[in-house]
């Protein structure tokens, strides 16, 4: 059993993130170079957090296996990033933004975290304007704001389609200037293997350098893990190519609960899949919907080009089934029925899987200029992969995996069950619930970077006796030979299979078992599917070359075999939770217009995972939610 | 489609480099050219040859990771593309493809098409941001920006410090890459405070990691796939003289110092 004291404030929620801080314990500045703290990822998460604590006088060693850390994967955050800050007068607070958070997540978040991320949303905003991150701008000089899926207020800040690029960059260049004033030692090209856990604590972690594959020991007093989301355990996801999971699954392994892996969000609007060798979808930003509108043709056999059906002959699915949402209904429900009328069979292109995005009228009524310059280099991107031009040809999109909501169990500290060991951004599990509203990841990846963790990380390490624990440490020795024994392993198989190809076959399985829409029957299959696949990868891989110089093809194996157990546990959770909730919809439980329909009853709790060892089945925790300041309620994006 | 490759493959820095020929038959003209690049590595992993190895991630367009010379320019033969951008499409049935590294004396080869920019990372350290922690900050609307202005400024601050300007300048020159950055934070108000500091520690910087200067050759314009406009070179240019005419030099050393 783990302990899950997720430490809740308690009182009015309005202040409970003020007084939770000012209990908080801190460490004094002449004692903070004292304590070591290793970061691991360097995103939005991780870069906001290495700046920040480096510059609070801890000292940081800061992780990222690529060749700089602007280069993270949050890079590519294309559309927004919320605030509360009712610059449009139409209504917002954050109250509303906390309101929009939990009904978008389905109840399945804590509502304390949701509440303080609503909270500390303008604050990021003003973080990142004095950074000089340079957001859109109207012509009186003050910040624009558009709307995102699943609310009714413009709330959303932007930098054209590239406002994650423009938030790294800012978060990247706090954290050269801590590397510069070296209370940040920056390890590229650098990838953390396993940890350290001494007395229960954790203490250190063992890597790999990537480009001499040397394995290195480093001790600290605490470990933030900023290593982002799962996604790519579909293999085909609008995630860059190397995120995985597994410095998720070795902490897994190592004690750290696993909370609501199931949870996956799939992005409406992505352009679809054409081939077999296709390595990765790339997203077209929800943005797009302000102005773009969905349709299928009506009838089945249609062979016109879009231009030439007729209004009365296309079917606006989303504005007639959810008038007062439309086309801006939350992920979850556009994603269902966009494959819902694909399945009817109305689906467009080559694979009949995609359907229409629409500019015509947008562009008729605001002019082609307006509406190119708004999404501008979605549309080059758009061309240039499809060589079509959305101006004069509706988009074709489809569903794709995006966003993983589950990820390490973390209390309100944003500590693991691992005591010392935190996580933080996509790599934790705590504030969207069953689904993410467009535009939350950055907030909340920046509200626990630049907020969150620099003051509760203090809390924790203020109460650590120091002592003199070197890298010579006999723990130390043993981790780091597993970690050699685990590489050997894999490099005796001498198969002939490319571990690409299971991994593509892995993400078959897991969209076929545990993607949009799941059963029983589907999860169970799946379940089967999976341990045969992985006996084929320990059996029949091919992974060349050695562990002591770079080898692509280890590191590359490595995840593989990461995403072959992870998987495994998606589908578990996925079929323990026998209710709908968000993006995961059991085919068994919907409303009869095919709604999400959840058991507050039974499931209204958080699923934490625990490992028990190689092949025993981890046993479920539940860490129950309570919905005081915000009685449940059914989401509801009709009327 | 069917197509010969001919790629640089080199073991480690110190190793001897060579172009080694492949043939790839059943190339989609619907593949970028990194999935091309990975049904080569699958073809050679197959035959139990280890794979060429490049940087790679986002893969669309944004990251920056993917480098490489393909027949002669960076990044390949299309405008403002990345390599990963690129699509076999852009070449013809029964093509010959050069694929080389990004190739100056700042980037070191590490192996085969990967170099080592961290040179661009050591830049930024030395003055490429706005010295601020964590914290309360005054609320962004009581300081307007002209709306032309956050918008060139967010042109330069495109810029995905990929390298291609470094790789195509005859040169080597990082001006572009650098003026990019200078411009970006120079234009906004926040930035005032160390704009004639950063524009010199930022070129000093430039100096010492080995780049060589600009000629006006406008070649890194062209192959940026990012179309970062030459024009910041200029802006940078300005900033730099001002900086040498007016501003003391070195404040930032002496602030250390205190
Ligand atoms: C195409 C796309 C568009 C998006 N658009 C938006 C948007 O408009 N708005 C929004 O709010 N969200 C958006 N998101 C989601 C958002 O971008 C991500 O959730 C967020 O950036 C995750 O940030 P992160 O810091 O948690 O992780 P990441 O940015 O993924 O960073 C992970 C870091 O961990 C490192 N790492 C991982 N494993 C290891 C290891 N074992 N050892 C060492 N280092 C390791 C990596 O090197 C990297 O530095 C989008 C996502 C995608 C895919
Ligand atoms: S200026 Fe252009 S070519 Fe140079 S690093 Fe930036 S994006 Fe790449
Ligand atoms: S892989 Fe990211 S820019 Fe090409």
Not at chain 1, 17 to 25: I, P, S, Y
Not at chain 1, 550 to 575: K, T, Y
Not at chain 2, 70 to 86: D, S, W, Y
Not at chain 2, 144 to 170: H, W
Request: aromatic share 8%.
């Amino acid at each position: 059993m783990l302990t899950l004291d997720a430490k809740l404030p308690q009182g009015p929620i309005e202040d409970a993130w003020t007084n939770h801080k000012d209990q908080l314990r801190l460490v004094g500045p002449k004692n903070r170079s004292k304590y070591k703290v290793l970061v691991i990822g360097s995103g939005l998460s991780g870069a906001s957090a290495a700046a920040s604590i480096g510059a609070m006088g801890y000292q940081v060693e800061c992780f990222c296996f690529q060749d700089s850390p602007r280069r993270a994967h949050s890079i590519a955050a294309q559309g927004g990033i919320n605030a509360s800050k009712n610059y449009r007068n139409d209504g917002d607070s954050t109250w509303r933004l906390f309101v929009d958070t939990q009904k978008g997540g389905d109840f399945r978040a804590r509502e304390e975290n949701v509440y303080r991320l609503a909270e500390l949303s303008t604050a990021i905003i003003d973080q990142a304007v004095s950074q000089g991150v340079p957001f859109a701008r109207e012509y009186g000089g003050k910040l624009a704001n558009r709307s995102f899926g699943g609310v009714l207020v413009e709330r959303t800040f932007y930098c054209r389609g590239e406002t994650g690029q423009q938030l790294l960059l800012g978060a990247y260049q706090a954290l050269e200037e801590q590397i510069a004033a070296k209370t940040v030692n920056m390890q590229t090209r650098t990838e953390v293997l396993d940890y350290v856990i001494i007395d229960g604590k954790v203490r250190g972690v063992i890597s790999r350098d990537l480009v001499t594959g040397e394995i290195k020991r480093h001790v600290a007093d605490a470990v933030v893990l900023a290593t982002g989301g799962y996604g790519n355990v579909y293999y085909l996801s609008t995630n860059a190519k190397n995120c995985n999971v597994s410095a998720l699954m070795r902490a897994y392994r190592r004690g750290a609960g696993f909370a609501n892996p199931c949870f996956t969000q799939i992005h409406p609007t992505s352009i679809p899949a054409s081939g077999d060798y296709q390595s990765k979808l790339t997203l077209m930003s929800e943005s797009l919907r302000n102005d773009g509108r969905i349709w299928v043709p009506r009838n089945k056999d249609e062979k016109r080009k879009p231009s030439d059906i007729p209004e009365a002959d296309r079917y606006y699915y989303l504005e007639e089934r959810y008038p007062r949402y439309g086309n801006l209904v939350p992920r979850d429900v556009a994603a269902r029925n966009a494959k819902d009328v694909c399945d009817q069979g109305l689906g467009v292109g080559p694979t009949g899987y995609g359907v229409y995005l629409d500019f015509a009228a947008a562009i008729e009524q605001k002019g082609v200029d307006a509406v190119k310059s708004k999404y501008a280099n979605l549309f080059e991107m758009y061309e240039r992969i499809t060589d079509d031009d959305p101006t004069k040809t509706p988009m074709r999109i489809f569903p794709a995996v995006h966003y993983t909501m589950g990820g390490l169990w973390v209390d309100y500290n944003l500590m693991t069950t691992i005591p010392g060991m935190f996580a933080v951004g996509e790599a934790n599990f705590a504030d969207h619930g069953a689904n993410r509203l467009g535009a939350s990841s950055l907030m909340q990846c920046l509200a626990d970077g630049y907020f969150i963790i620099p003051v509760t990380i203090g809390n924790y390490l203020s109460g650590l006796e120091k002592d003199n624990l070197t890298t010579d440490d006999e723990h130390f020795a043993k981790v780091e030979a597993e970690v050699r024994d685990h590489a050997n392993k894999m490099l005796s198989i001498k198969g002939k299979r490319s571990t690409n190809s299971i991994h593509r076959e892995l993400g078959k399985i897991m969209w076929e078992h545990c993607g949009i829409q799941r059963t029983e029957a589907s999860l169970k299959e799946g379940l089967k599917k999976i341990p045969e696949l992985r006996e084929e990868f320990w059996n029949n891989a091919s992974i060349l070359g050695v562990n002591e110089s770079m080898n692509q093809s280890m590191e590359h194996a490595g995840r593989v075999a990461d995403f072959l157990d992870f998987g495994e546990l998606m589908c578990r959770d996925a079929l323990l939770r026998d209710e709908s909730c968000g993006c995961h919809l059991r085919e068994e439980h919907q409303t009869p217009e095919g709604e999400a329909k959840r058991n507050d009853e039974d499931f209204a709790y958080t699923a934490v995972f625990e490992y028990k060892g190689e092949g025993e089945e981890p046993e479920l925790n539940k860490e129950p939610l309570n919905f005081e300041a915000l009685p449940l309620m059914t989401r509801n994006y009709k009327s | 489609m069917k197509i010969k490759l001919h790629v640089w493959r080199q073991l480690n820095p110190e190793s001897k480099g060579a172009m080694e020929t492949y043939s790839l038959d059943g190339v989609n003209p619907d593949m970028s050219f990194l999935e091309m690049m990975d049904m080569l590595n699958e073809q050679l992993i197959e035959e139990g040859k280890e794979g060429v190895a490049f940087d790679h991630d986002c893969r669309e367009g944004v990251c920056g990771a993917c480098s490489m010379v393909i027949n002669g320019e960076a990044h390949g033969p299309k405008r403002e593309t990345t390599t990963c951008q690129l699509y076999m499409r852009h070449f013809s049935d029964g093509a010959e493809i050069y694929v080389e590294p990004f190739r100056s004396g700042a980037f070191p080869i590490i192996r085969d098409l990967m170099v080592d920019r961290s040179a661009f990372d050591r830049i930024i350290q030395s003055g490429g941001f706005i010295s601020n922690h964590s914290g309360p900050k005054p609320e962004p609307n009581s300081i307007p920006i002209d709306p032309g202005v956050a918008e060139t400024a967010l042109d330069a601050a495109s810029c995905i410090g990929c390298g291609a300007c470094v790789a195509a300048c005859p040169n080597g020159s990082a001006m572009l890459f650098t003026a990019a950055k200078v411009s970006h934070l120079g234009m906004l108000p926040q930035g005032q405070t160390e704009r004639y500091d950063r524009v010199q520690d930022m070129t000093t910087q430039m100096e010492e990691e080995g780049f060589g200067s600009c000629r006006n050759y406008a070649e890194c314009e062209a192959q940026c796939p990012k179309g970062i406009s030459i024009a910041f070179i200029g802006r940078m240019n300005s900033d730099f003289l001002k900086a040498s005419l007016v501003e003391p030099v070195d404040r930032r050393g002496k602030m250390k110092a205190q």
